[in-house]
């Protein structure tokens, strides 16, 4: 077993905070004269909260080639912890990562996990 140096980065990222969101009608227009109407206010961005950092212990490695979608790899996650100012909790087995390197370059990653807190 080896610690995973660059196999798990835990964004840690909440978002939070009202959103603006569009709405359309199927109604037709009516002639009624319009209300008069609050100036709208700009929508505030997303809050972000960092969570922690995850440290993974990585098992075997498997690599399927060509698939339809790329080659992928598969890392079995036996071990591990998660620590931040609000939260601490240990990785639970069975965990693994399903990353997908497309035709393109791009990496698709497919983490799946379970924490438990103490």
Excluded at 60 to 88: A, D, S
Aim: net charge positive; glycine share 10%.
């Amino acid at each position: 077993m080896r610690v995973a140096t660059a196999l798990l980065v835990c964004l840690g990222l909440t978002a939070s905070g009202p959103f603006t969101l569009a709405q359309t009608s199927t109604r037709a227009p009516t002639t009624a004269a319009p209300k008069a109407q609050k100036a709208a206010e700009p929508p505030r961005a997303p809050a972000f909260e960092y969570l922690g950092t995850l440290h993974a212990e990585t098992g075997t490695r498997t690599v399927v080639e060509n698939g339809p979608q790329g080659t992928r790899t598969i890392v079995q996650v036996v071990g591990g912890r998660f620590e931040g100012p609000r939260l601490k909790a240990s990785v639970q087995t069975p965990a693994g990562d399903w990353i997908t390197n497309r035709a393109d370059g791009s990496y698709r990653l497919d983490v799946r996990l379970t924490l438990k807190t103490a």
